[in-house]
């Protein structure tokens, strides 16, 4: 029967959320994934907002090697694997446990916990409408400026052509394969090894609520951004 509702997305999109880092700069003992946030663990907020997602059909997470029992139990749904040195390696051996029948890609820091159902959805659409490589991007606010070594301004850089890149960042599965396979230096970002093999990588609108937790006060913003709903 036709109908005016565009198609409803079909779960066909995986999402690796590497969540292996020890989270150095937030400080403690506890992997920051694990860290708690309003009561509950960073990587259960993230997989819960990636799960509600109409297009996410499978999680994958690559936790800390020595946690990945305790990971288990708290994502019982997701696929979960031992984590790398670096978070490209996390990466890669997340993507290793995608079945083949997932061809869209979405790659989450699980630090960024708070990325909104809607923006992980643009990012996959943007990659079934034909972007082989999506990334979101906030305008930067602050002016920027070059610095030399020696504490210098250079140049003052023109920040309407800057974007802050958040996750998720999505692919199409043979370009993500491809570009780690290419990968000879550690990026910090899955689209820089796409940029760096010349093929096109198309923005989206971030989102604040996006936010990479990082540091103790990135935490208060996270709390303030839950208690406000
Ligand atoms: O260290 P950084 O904040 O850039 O890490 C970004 C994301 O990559 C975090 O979610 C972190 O858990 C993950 N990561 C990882 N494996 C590593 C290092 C970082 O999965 N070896």
Redesign the pocket.
Known sequence: MATDSPTPPHRDVAVL???????V?LGGPT???LRDLAGEPLLVHCCRNLAAAPSVGLIVV?APADAVEQVRALVPRAIVVP?????Q???ARALAAVPENFQIILVH????ALAPPPLIEAVAQAVRDGHDAVIPGLPVVDTIKQVAPDDQVVATVDRSQLRAVQTPQGFRRSLLIKAHRAATDAH?DDAGLVERMGVPVHTVPGHPHAL?I?TPWDLVVAEAILRAG
């Open positions: 959320v590497p969540a292996a880092g020890r989270g700069r992997p920051k994934a690559a984590g790398g040195e670096h978070r390696e996390s990466v820091d699980a630090a960024r910090t990479k990082t």
